[in-house]
């Protein structure tokens, strides 16, 4: 094909692209004039228009089923049309927790506390949420015009981004905040957080780990935070980072196929045989990867976010909680399955529909068989306002109004299961031959979705201007539903949320029919003995988890837990998983036909993972293929294994170079993610709890598709620092875990000394004030080092805990951090702050007169932040 010129034509002779000097005379620029609201453009597209925030087919919805008062709704959908508040969270494990609010409630909240009047509008007080312990969450209702507007509210928004990039606080929606709180997490709980990204409830989770962490010391537990997307695991690895932890794996699966890592073999049949519960260390290895605290934060249909996704109310209609319901009873019932006897599971969603709700949490109790306890926790957190769950609804489809599964047209028994209404009960299966015949006229008419979750080829019947008669009464639940709580935006000016606390009181054992509806479903696929011939079944992607579209019969909302792992079935290896392991003399290459589990469409560089492209098929294929390979791929495509450091000659250098103590042991708690020592980047750091975690997933065959593990510790120093006695670096997330085990390569240094390191970056030896600190640097090996500001206790001795330290690299001549500017900043700032208090104390009476601005002396007009 002949080529074109870069100005379009071909041969490039003449050009063709418009450039400034073609606009000499002052070309008018047209384009730029406003058009009237509502015009069409040019090109037919008409201007911004606002959202629209009405919906009739919401309306009629959630007025029909009594969701909220009829008293209530004017309010409540007054409340929906408003911009959602501002909330954040400070750290309670962190360092400074009290010094941050101890500030912001000096520089910020007490001038707020009365409200401030802007262009004659009174703002909402900035004030914590009465129901977090600690008063360690905070809610404020400004529009970034209003922030404009004030200077002070400005500063706010500005300090509230520093800190949230340090980790020091997190922004977060104040109902994301509640599903934690309700797991009631200990330090020695292995959490499981089913459906983590982002990683707001993530880091509320480790905090909890966290809270009662002592200097050099990590907790026993172990948070493992799952999702199916591997782009939002780098989101989640993000989050999380901040927290400095190595007590936290990052994985990436389905949900509802999340791997138990169960050891096989004839001790473990007969355990499941006689039915004893096994606990302890021997239950990790008899039954797996268990867990204290599971949170199953499912995907739904988002409607209780309207507030701050106002594009919520074109799109809705009943069908995105229809479409969502069975994947959520797989992924909450693959929780009943790993959570241990005696541990709590929190379900929760951020939608209002009952069939995402009520109906599902119906159904994990009705599937469970005594084994799970819905608890009643509305009390447990002071200041909740929270309603009781539902016990009566109806199931809206194709303009009716359904009271029972009874009512479903045979043809739509594959859309509308009887698990979504609140008894269950559906019809008779005990033929198999008359389940095969719903299932078959279920697929022939063809209501697979297409596109958004669960939506119906004709969704415009949501709009419908006529209303349905109910044919008759709607069924009433006999489980105790109504000790879920729904938590309703104009009760405390919130979003939507839906919370159900369980706990499991005895093992969970597969019921009889749910093993009868697995040789079914078998039979129906018409699956191949050989399972290398399997063809995997179409999936539709839901935000963080996969609907798998199988055929089943009208009571697959019912069966929906039969793919999870119950007691018989491990769905790390099951036909109904698509995990397709890469086997050991074959192409790491993703197969024909693979979905986004198997890594499909990941990029080469994620992970640092090398992925060989394959070979001209020939005699010497595999030959070729090992000796083009140079980094061992494990079991998954596309990232890189997760193994432990065991050269001897790397760790003790580690070990002598910068001192480390016998109390904080480094054999076994080093990962790497390559196998070639003289390569590696980056040493991640994990605690016992991770590291055993690690070990049993390698003794299980490597099941786990682990993405992130631990925290960074050690980074491989640049070509350029060659002079270094130590080829790694502390890295700066690792400090806080490293630094009460150092013994060399550390020195303390005074307040205006490291104040002088953070302003200019890098400093020679003979700029610093203090002649005792000039000479400790000197006194160092070349290479990575860490300057302490000490703070001491009562009785004199340095404490750790209130101590500030920055890791730097030790030159020639200078000494420079080895931070971000941003870190840098903020910790000046702080520690200006806490200058400035001291001198106030000191200097000022017991009451501080309020002057105006013009009045303030000079030198205090001068440090103000």
């Not at 977090?132 to 002070?152: C, D, E, N, V």
């Not at 982002?198 to 962490?213: A, C, N, R, V, Y």
């Not at 047209?409 to 299961?417: N, Q, T, Y």
Request: proline fraction near 6%; aromatic fraction near 6%; charge should be negative.
């Amino acid at each position: 094909m002949g080529g074109r010129g870069r100005g379009g034509y071909r041969g490039g002779n003449k050009r063709g692209r418009t450039q400034r000097r073609d606009f000499k005379d002052g070309r008018p620029n047209v384009w730029k004039k406003a058009r009237p609201e509502g015009e069409p453009g040019p090109d037919g597209e008409r201007g911004w228009q606002p959202f629209v925030t009405e919906s009739q087919a919401y309306d009629k919805y959630y007025k029909k089923q009594g969701v909220v008062p009829p008293e209530e709704w004017d309010l409540f959908i007054e409340t929906l049309r408003k911009p959602l508040p501002t909330c954040f969270r400070i750290n309670g494990s962190g360092q400074f927790a009290q010094d941050i609010r101890d500030q912001m409630q000096h520089d910020f909240f007490d001038y707020l506390k009365e409200g401030v009047e802007v262009d004659g509008e009174m703002l909402e007080p900035i004030k914590p949420l009465e129901w977090y312990p600690g008063q360690l969450a905070w809610t404020l209702s400004f529009s970034r015009m209003q922030l404009r507007k004030m200077p002070i509210l400005e500063r706010i928004h500005e300090f509230l981004k520093q800190e949230n990039e340090i980790g020091s606080i997190t922004r977060q929606e104040a109902v994301s905040m509640l599903p934690p709180l309700f797991l009631k997490v200990e330090t020695h709980h292995r959490v499981l957080d089913m459906c983590a990204a982002p990683g707001s409830k993530t880091f509320q989770l480790l905090e909890m780990i966290h809270k009662d962490d002592k200097p050099g010391c990590s907790p026993e537990g172990l948070v493992i935070a799952n999702d199916l997307d591997v782009q939002r695991c780098h989101l989640l690895i993000h989050q999380t980072k901040r927290m400095c932890s190595p007590n936290i794996l990052v994985t990436n699966h389905e949900a509802q196929h999340f791997p138990g890592l169960r050891k096989k073999g004839k001790e473990y049949a007969a355990s499941l045989k006689s039915g004893d519960g096994v606990t302890g260390d021997a239950a990790d290895e008899e039954m797996g990867l268990l867990f204290d605290r599971i949170l199953c934060d499912v995907p739904c249909s988002g409607d209780g976010t309207i507030r701050k996704a106002p594009d919520i109310w074109k799109k809705w209609h009943c069908g995105l909680g229809n479409g969502i319901h069975t994947l959520q009873i797989q992924i909450a019932m693959r929780g009943v399955a790993l959570l241990k006897v005696g541990g709590r599971l929190v379900y929760s969603t951020c939608s209002l529909n009952p069939v995402e709700d009520e109906a599902v949490v119906g159904e994990m109790l009705r599937q469970a068989g005594g084994s799970l306890e819905l608890l009643d926790v509305s009390d447990e957190l002071p200041g909740l306002k929270c309603r009781p769950g539902l016990k009566s609804w109806m199931v809206r489809d194709k303009r009716r109004w359904l009271c029972s599964a009874s009512d479903v047209d045979r043809h739509r028994a594959g859309v509308i299961v009887p698990s979504m209404f609140p008894s269950g009960k559906g019809w008779d299966q005990s033929s198999p031959e008359e389940s095969e015949n719903l299932v078959v006229i279920s697929e022939a008419a063809g209501e697979v979705v297409e596109g958004e979750p669960g939506e119906a080829k004709d969704k415009e019947e949501e709009v419908e201007d006529v209303e349905d008669e109910v044919a008759a009464e709607p069924e009433v639940a006999s489980l105790p539903l109504e000790r879920c709580m729904r938590i309703l935006p104009h009760d405390q000016n919130s979003g939507g949320f839906f919370i159900a606390v369980f706990q499991k009181v005895a093992p969970f054992k597969m019921h009889p029919k749910l093993k009868e509806q697995k040789k079914i479903e078998k039979r129906q696929r018409g699956q191949s003995k050989d399972s290398s011939e399997k063809v995997d079944e179409p999936v539709e992607v839901v935000d963080s988890a996969t609907v798998t579209v199988s055929s089943s019969s009208p009571d697959a909302g019912n069966d929906a837990g039969i793919d999870a792992e119950m007691v018989d079935q491990d769905p790390s290896v099951s036909e109904s998983s698509p995990v397709v392991p890469v086997e050991e003399g074959t192409s790491p290459v993703a197969k024909e036909g693979e979905n986004i589990e198997q890594g499909g469409g990941i990029k080469d560089e994620i992970m640092g993972s090398t992925v060989d492209e394959p070979e001209a098929l020939n005699g010497s294929e595999d030959k070729r293929r090992e000796e083009k390979r140079v980094q061992q791929q494990g079991r998954w495509k596309g990232v890189d294994p997760v193994l432990f450091l065991e050269d001897e000659q790397v760790i003790e250098s580690l070990i002598s170079y910068y001192g480390i103590k016998d109390s904080f042991p480094l054999r076994g708690h080093l990962i790497t993610r390559s196998e070639d020592v003289s390569r590696l980047k980056r040493i991640y750091y994990v605690s016992v709890s991770a590291s055993d975690a690690i070990k049993l997933n390698n003794r299980a065959g490597g099941h786990l598709k682990i993405t992130s593990a631990g925290l960074k510790i050690f980074e491989r120093q640049a070509p350029r620092e060659t002079v270094a006695h130590c080829a790694f670096r502390i890295a700066s997330e690792g400090l806080p875990v490293m630094l009460p085990h150092m013994t060399k390569q550390i020195v303390h240094t005074t307040r205006a000394d490291f104040k002088l390191l953070l302003n200019e970056k890098a400093v020679p030896f003979h700029a610093f004030n203090e002649p005792d600190f000039m000479n400790a640097l000197q006194s160092l090996l070349p290479g990575c080092c860490v300057v302490v500001l000490p703070e001491r206790n009562e009785k004199g001795e340095v404490d750790l805990t209130r101590s500030t330290a920055v890791g730097c690299w030790r030159g020639r001549s200078n000494v420079s951090l080895l931070i971000t500017k941003a870190e840098a900043g903020q910790m000046l700032q702080r520690l200006n702050l806490v200058d400035e208090e001291s001198k106030t104390v000191e200097k000022a009476p017991d009451v501080i007169p309020v002057v105006d601005e013009e009045e303030k002396p000079e030198e205090s007009v001068e440090q103000k932040p």
